[in-house]
């Protein structure tokens, strides 16, 4: 006597017995496959400034838009797309100050996203920018003439937008990757 009278039953059955027979030979059409793949110590990695960075507006501690420029590519694969996002900050900002200072700003580039949404950390991608001073002008202008150039302003430091810098990995990292 059978245990599986209904149609859809028998069906079932053989889709299983289907399944478990081509499951051995390496055929796997539900399940997609992650690979393994290293990017090496030292690799470069171009990024860009997304907008235009000011002392100005900018303080330390803020987060800075920057995205990877350049597919990274290791034995033919991309590891790290271009337009990746970028774990950036201000490190340093000095807004332009009274009798002709001029603003300063540092940024660092610490880590991209790789393609797995691996976070690889990088170095050396540091800029350092200063605005134009206006000392000499400002105390020039004071002994000739007016106390109230004291007051004159530098520039502020600005990072256009599209400065590009060149960082590299750390260390070796291991990524995991859709096959």
Not at 18 to 30: C, E, H, M, N, Q
Request: net charge positive; charged share 15%.
């Amino acid at each position: 006597m059978s245990l599986c009278r209904s149609k859809w039953c028998k069906i079932l059955s053989i889709m299983i017995v289907i399944w478990y027979s081509i499951l051995p030979l390496g055929i796997d059409f539900a399940i997609s496959q992650t690979v393994k793949e290293t990017i090496p110590a030292g690799t470069p990695v171009f990024v860009k400034i997304d907008h235009e960075i000011s002392s100005k507006e900018y303080s330390a501690g803020s987060k800075v838009p920057v995205t990877v420029a350049h597919d990274v590519i290791v034995k033919g694969q991309v590891l790290i797309q271009a337009g990746a996002q970028c774990d950036a900050v201000v490190t340093s900002a000095q807004k332009a100050g009274a009798v002709g200072r001029a603003g300063r700003l540092t940024i660092q580039v610490n880590s991209v996203m790789s393609v797995g949404g691996t976070m690889i950390p990088i170095a050396n991608a540091t800029l350092n920018k200063e605005g134009e001073g206006a000392l000499t002008e400002s105390v020039v202008i004071t002994i000739l003439c007016c106390i109230l150039a004291l007051l004159m302003h530098g520039k502020n430091a600005v990072i256009p937008a599209g400065t590009q810098l060149t960082g590299h990995t750390i260390g070796a990292v291991e990524i995991n990757i859709q096959a």
